[in-house]
Nanobody, 125 residues
Framework: VQLQASGGGLVQAGDSLRLSCLAS????????MGWFRQAPGKEREFVGA????????YYADSVKGRFTLSRDNTRNTVALQMNSLKPEDTAVYYC???????????????????WGKGTQVTVSS
């Protein structure tokens, strides 16, 4: 599975940003999709994951209520809508895919099979 993320940028605190990830090379609906992020000097952390159909999603507590995942299985895309952004959301965001949906995403041990290159999100105060 190849994953291409886009949509990062520089915004101010309180603004919104939408990340998108385009998948190719496999049957998209066979994969749960999600996002991780890594801030400078910190370990990579789970952001959210969405089920194969898009009917369910799970979020990290730090983003719950502000970030929303969606997917379009006809276009092989998954989106992360980020609202009410905070400076602590600044990080490189990585799209990911795995046939499983569960603790392989939210830990405590991340065990996701496919990763895209990251896209930088910077939130200024």
């Amino acid at each position: 599975v190849q994953l291409q993320a886009s949509g990062g940028g520089l915004v101010q605190a309180g603004d919104s940003l939408r990340l998108s990830c385009l998948a190719s090379g496999a049957t998209f609906r066979d994969y749960a999709m999600g996002w991780f992020r890594q801030a400078p000097g910190k370990e990579r952390e789970f952001v959210g994951a969405i089920t194969w159909s898009g009917a369910g999603a799970y979020y990290a507590d730090s983003v719950k209520g502000r970030f929303t995942l969606s997917r379009d299985n006809t276009r092989n895309t998954v989106a992360l809508q980020m609202n009410s952004l905070k400076p602590e959301d600044t990080a490189v965001y990585y799209c990911a895919a795995d046939v499983r949906y569960g603790s392989s995403w939210w830990g405590p041990v991340y065990d996701v099979d496919y990763w895209g290159k990251g896209t930088q999100v910077t939130v200024s105060s």
